[in-house]
């Protein structure tokens, strides 16, 4: 991704986004979807934007392996196109945040590694919209062990936390501290990036509040998961920094009791903006459908941060939210169709707004 020296121009590039978002999926294509098998979804995919990817890759693939390779490649060529359409600041600031799915790349071959999965089945949910080229990201794939990884991320933003996480991977034998150490990372490179802000007024004001928010519900999944999953590892120890509703303490003793949790959120800067989505997480009967609730908020936080700046990057990070929905609302139907879960059970794999 080069840079481009010429000046900023988010005008165009939201108006370009704005026409992307009004072709998403609504909540009467999901319908359709959760009534159809794998087969009938892949034809209904042929006849839509998916088109030409269902066609590029239909003589390789079938089936649910089909409609992952082609949401993927979708969800690449989209993000490639954004970045295609923007220069000067905009585009710095899209290409520092599309480096998630670096984040998101290395945590998955980490996963694949880590539960011996085989290598098509991880190369099926790379998305290829970051920074890392197709032929490091085949490196990676190839790598026979989560130690080889690490050591070939060396000299990338990933590198340094890393090789600090190895040492309590090894004495504890779990993925958390090497995927939190990639996350922060990410989120630390991102915050650098946009610097200190002093007009409170501004497009990058905007752009770091909601990076803090994404930061803020990033830490309250985290330490939701670590308190639910029986292990003696400490939540502060994974704290991200840099959001502004918690400290680690605070999100520590919160996570035990949700009812709590969710108050705290209530009454904090989001509270307003974000009242149906958080009867969704009071209402929320498991861990699974608080998380879904978490998203629909902060994809509802988005959208309303979009509309007071309509030139900041807002309404970009928006439609990837949205697009990101879009991919994973589908990928749930395909393979709990696959899995031969009931309609029931796969809608409320949903998230939607």
Known sequence: ????????????????????????????DYRKLVRMGPGEIARYMEETEYEDEMNALGSRFSGVDLIE????????????DILGWATGHIYEQIAVYLRKFDAWNVKTILRGL??????????????????FDDRFLQRLLEAQSIEDVVEQLQGTLFGPGLTDAM??????????PLENAVDRAFYDHLLEAVGTVEDTDSPAALYLEYLQAEIDFRNVRNALRLARSGSDL??????????????????????????ELVARIRDS?????????LNELEEAESLIGF?????????????????????SICPV?????????????????????EAGLDEEAIEAELVTI
């Open 69 to 80: 390779y082609a949401l993927n490649r979708n969800l690449a060529k989209h993000f490639e």
């Open 1 to 28: 991704m080069s840079q481009s020296e010429s000046g900023s121009n988010p005008e165009y590039v939201n108006a370009r986004v704005r026409a992307r978002r009004a072709k998403l999926f609504d909540d009467e």
């Open 114 to 131: 880590y539960a011996d999965s085989p290598t098509e089945e991880v190369e099926a949910d790379l998305i290829r919209a970051g920074e």
């Open 167 to 176: 040492e309590q991977y090894e004495a504890e034998n779990v993925l958390v």
């Open 234 to 259: 400490d939540p502060s120890e994974y704290f991200i920094e840099g959001g502004r509703l918690f400290d680690a303490d605070e999100l520590t003793q919160l996570v035990s009791n949700t009812d």
């Open 291 to 311: 998380e879904r609730a978490l998203d629909a908020a902060l994809q509802e936080y988005a959208d309303h941060l979009s509309h007071v700046f309509p030139l």
């Open 317 to 337: 990070l928006a439609y990837l939210i949205a697009k990101e929905r879009e991919i994973d609302n589908i990928r749930a139907i395909a393979r709990g169709k």
């Open 269 to 277: 800067p989001y509270g307003d903006k974000l009242s149906g989505a």
